[in-house]
């Protein structure tokens, strides 16, 4: 999870998840993209954002689900998301989104 430092930690997303499942969330609070990947198999990760070109996951082949190894997401307001997203780490990755759900969560 990639966190955008001004982000205040009271609306933040991510703390929940890593209180969850403390070693398999990883989060990097900075304005610079780590590098995400160890090889260049672009398979393996996955960005979790409602992009243009993002597939529902519900649209993904057994064999796509399979080989995702990493799942990123972006804990920002939208403008600092954009800044994000012009990222060369970032914008090579395979874009997934969910399908719009109701949800008593106070955070879309």
């Not at 991510?14 to 989060?27: G, Y």
């Not at 398979?43 to 993904?60: H, I």
């Not at 939208?78 to 969910?98: A, C, F, G, H, P």
Request: net charge negative; with cysteine.
């Amino acid at each position: 999870m990639i966190s955008h430092p001004k982000e205040k930690t009271s609306k933040s997303s991510i703390l929940p998840a890593k209180l969850v499942a403390p070693d398999d969330v990883e989060i990097f609070c900075t304005t610079e993209v780590p590098v995400l990947r160890d090889n260049d198999n672009y398979d393996e990760v996955v960005l979790l954002f409602p992009g243009d070109s993002a597939k529902q996951v519900t649209d993904l082949t057994i064999e796509e689900l399979k080989a995702i190894k990493k799942v990123v997401l972006i804990d920002s307001t939208w403008s600092q998301t954009r800044m994000y997203m012009n990222d060369e780490n970032l914008s090579k990755l395979k874009m997934v989104k969910i399908q719009t759900e109701k949800t008593v969560f106070w955070r879309y």
